[in-house]
């Protein structure tokens, strides 16, 4: 077997938006080609790396297009390193499957035609796949990975590597986003080349209910819970452009559209709660469940209510999903508790802060006693403050709509010196639903 050699020829450090990596290139005994190593955090001798061997793709890369997943493969892959902090990504020059640009646009054209991928390398002359991963073995030597957890849907690259000498410990899975641009593409990957991906019914026709960057975060839930045992926490909200999460005078009002309506339900369905406070529910007597897509996946609706004011005609007793849990205090009525329970309630009582708030820790706790991993926080204003205050959230997923609103802010106003304990966001991405703008990221709090 003919292994090439490489060598490193240089190392720079390359900011994201993802997080921060060094981008390594190589040149290698076999061609003229220059490979890269995108590495994030410290790899040298350890085991179960993150790693994704990815090859070039101009068209998918560079310009976005829908005919292929390729990009949203090389996007979900630095994501995912970056929210480890720890792994490898692999941009291997061999173009279009090793067929090089050129081949591959003449490809195109046939596929426009009504042939398959395969069907259009082999009429131009090329195999299904020429790509070679020994170059990427060697890459990896180098690194001084001792074994890895690789990204990908294709199991002749995890044969190809392992043949190599490389470990892989385990496969971790890139569901693409399904269009009608890429579905055929997508089905002779699973039907001629054993790619293993889930493309929904209808013979793939359907769209994947959650995307990748909702699974990693599933991923992400379970990873926390079974380190912390207790779940961990998404602070989520919609807001206007000056702010604004509800009308003046706290009055409820739509601020998100249609569409990112439509990726807040779904991200609800990967939660197993999702948490309001009382305020909440007496303003805008919130359902707190899944109305919006295939998949209705409901959470469990947690209330926080310290003096149990929550309404025994509330719609989160009688719409679709678990019984609510209503977290009050330890001083709440007894009879109210009882009345409550008796309509399908599960009332906790929880120790208070001492400005009369349920106390955080002892929330959390509960909730990861009762097994939820992953809970969705949604506000009111108290309810977020608290949250980021006491340093309780994980993630935080704002959707910004166009608009002004000059209503009530999602943060309680702050004293000057309060305001230096709240977070920034670090591995910042934002997404278009529609009109509105989705900024996701990860939270950080000062260290002074």
């Not at 009608?180 to 019914?201: A, S």
Request: hydrophobic share 35%.
């Amino acid at each position: 077997m003919d292994i090439p050699s490489v060598r490193r020829l240089a190392s720079a450090r390359i900011p994201t938006v993802d997080g921060e990596f060094a981008l390594s290139l190589y040149e290698n005994s076999r061609d003229d080609k220059e490979h890269l190593a995108l590495v994030c955090g410290e790899v040298e001798g350890e085991d179960d790396v993150l790693v994704r061997v990815h090859s070039e793709c101009f068209t998918g890369d560079v310009l976005g297009s829908l005919r292929c997943d390729c990009g949203e493969q090389l996007n979900t892959s630095m994501r995912r390193v970056a929210e480890e902090g720890r792994g490898i990504i692999l941009y291997l020059r061999q173009e279009g499957r090793g067929i090089g640009l050129l081949s591959k646009l003449k490809a195109y054209n046939l596929q426009d035609e009504g042939y398959d991928t395969v069907e259009a390398n082999r009429i131009l002359g090329h195999g299904a796949d020429e790509r070679d991963y020994a170059i990427a073995a060697t890459i990896l030597e180098d690194l001084g990975v001792s074994s890895v957890r690789l990204l990908t849907n294709n199991p002749q690259k995890i044969e190809s590597l392992e043949a190599h000498g490389i470990q892989i410990t385990e496969r971790e899975p890139l569901e693409p986003h399904v269009n009608r641009h890429n579905v055929d593409y997508l089905r002779t990957k699973v039907d001629r080349m054993r790619h293993i991906l889930d493309l929904g019914r209808q013979n793939g026709h359907h769209s994947n209910a959650h995307d990748s960057s909702l699974q990693a975060l599933r991923q992400r839930m379970s990873r926390h819970y079974d380190h912390h045992e207790t779940p961990f926490v998404t602070l989520t909200y919609a807001q206007s452009l000056d702010g604004s999460i509800a009308a003046p005078s706290g009055r409820p009002m739509a601020i998100s559209g249609e569409a990112s309506l439509r990726f807040t339900h779904t991200l609800r369905a990967v939660h197993d709660g999702i948490l309001v406070g009382i305020g909440t529910v007496l303003s805008d007597d919130p359902r707190l469940n899944v109305r919006r897509g295939e998949e209705e996946s409901h959470p469990v609706p947690i209330v926080l209510d310290s003096s149990l004011r929550f309404p025994s005609d509330a719609r989160l007793l009688t719409c679709d999903g678990p019984d609510p849990l209503i977290l009050t205090g330890p001083e709440a009525n007894e009879r109210r508790c009882s009345a409550l329970e008796a309509e399908g309630a599960d009332v906790v009582e929880l120790p208070c802060t001492p400005d009369r708030g349920i106390c955080l820790d002892a929330l959390l706790h509960t909730l990861g006693d009762r097994g939820l991993e992953g809970v969705m926080v949604e506000g009111g204003q108290q309810v977020l403050t608290a949250f980021l205050r006491e340093q309780q959230a994980h993630r935080v997923i704002v959707t910004i709509s166009p608009m002004f609103v000059g209503g009530t802010s999602a943060v309680e106003e702050l004293a000057l010196d309060d305001a230096h304990d709240f977070p920034r966001l670090t591995n910042l991405q934002q997404r278009w639903y529609g009109e509105d703008l989705v900024l996701e990221g990860d939270p950080v709090w000062p260290t002074d």
